[in-house]
């Protein structure tokens, strides 16, 4: 593809913007369209970490036994619906077919890479003075109740220690005096110094803002009804707008994604998984550093603008229903751990789906049957560290340049 020609990025989340911020940079004429408001979905409210050191995918050895051991104790942030939903058993059985160390040493080296890349190209756009996002480079605690677990993360220390990303292990003592906010009933934390955190819905509006302002046609509340086909390439695509046209298409619709792929006979395995984020005024006292509540499996992030507590992993297909009980669940881990943990009044409770492979790999490449399509979903819980790297890496494919890393372990063709 040469310079200004025409790029339709469906889907207006993180990932969509990421995509066309990178394709216009190469010269581009992009239209993002969304059936929503850009940035609207997990893009919106997820906790803000930029989670460079997160190479172990969830498919990790142990993983399953050890959601079936927390759920009988009812202490599991996983939920399944229960019902006959043939599809998302076969993708729990893949997931737990891929639980084992062969995959999680193939996967994080190919996560290691995907998130260096993203780090550097992180650095270099937030040095632009367009994106007010609350942007600190504190790191991130990963705190611990009990010291068994504590003890237990010296294994995972050691195999994050071969990418250079080890954390280094503190006391109580030293726990609380980095971060007073915090319990004396805690055990002690890993802090990692290489992680960062952001306030993602001002990020994804600033990045959107400046965008637009450099020429992005962006049509929001647009659903996508067709897509028409001629031989190897999609012609256009039919929606509640009318018909629109370009030279190149990018798939990056999020959890959302295989339901479009559906009409280009692709399937991609791709899963909502919800989550959820109770956002309010700070507490006091208020933490300084973004804490990992480790048994919780939950995210307690500060900002100079507010403060969000979010967490939780619940298989429901494509419910957007607010569900009490989860998010009661998310201020009782809380209260385990922070000495102050809820501010007042609370701004907004909030639920949004994340993309995830079964593999915890994203879906990032050429489609196997259209030659102006690229996908880009699948990103599970890493959409917005990952955002960068993916973008980048779209924008290559599509102008048919050599990437800067391997893309074959996100290729679609995998499945």
Known sequence: MEKNQSVIVIGGGVIGLACAHYLMKQGARVTIIEKNTAGSGSSHGNCGLLYFTDVIPLCAPGAVSHEIYRTLLG???LYIKPGMDIERMLWLVKFALNCRIGHMNQAATAKYELLKYSSKLFTALLKNKNFPCDFEQKGILSVFKEEK??????????FLQKFNLGYKRLGKKDTLDLEPALSPEIAGAWYSYQDHHLRPEHFVRSWKTMLVNQGLTLIEECEVIDICINKRSIRHVSTSRGNLFAD???????????????????????QPGKGYSITMERPDPCPNIPCMLCEKNMVVTPWKTGYRLGGTMEFSGYS??????????????????MSAPCGHPIIKEWTGLRPMTYDDMPIIGRSPFQDNLVIATGHGMLGLTLATGTGKLVSDMIFEKKTQIDTEPYLPGRF
Do not use: C, M
């Open 75 to 77: 202490t599991s942030p």
């Open 149 to 158: 677990n504590l003890e237990s993360f010296e294994k995972t220390n050691n």
């Open 248 to 270: 190149a298409f990018v798939l990056a619709a999020g959890a959302w994604s295989p339901l479009i792929a559906s009409s280009l006979n692709l399937t991609l395995p791709v």
């Open 320 to 337: 957007d229903h607010l569900n009490s009980k989860r998010l009661k669940k998310l201020i009782q881990g809380a209260k385990e751990y």
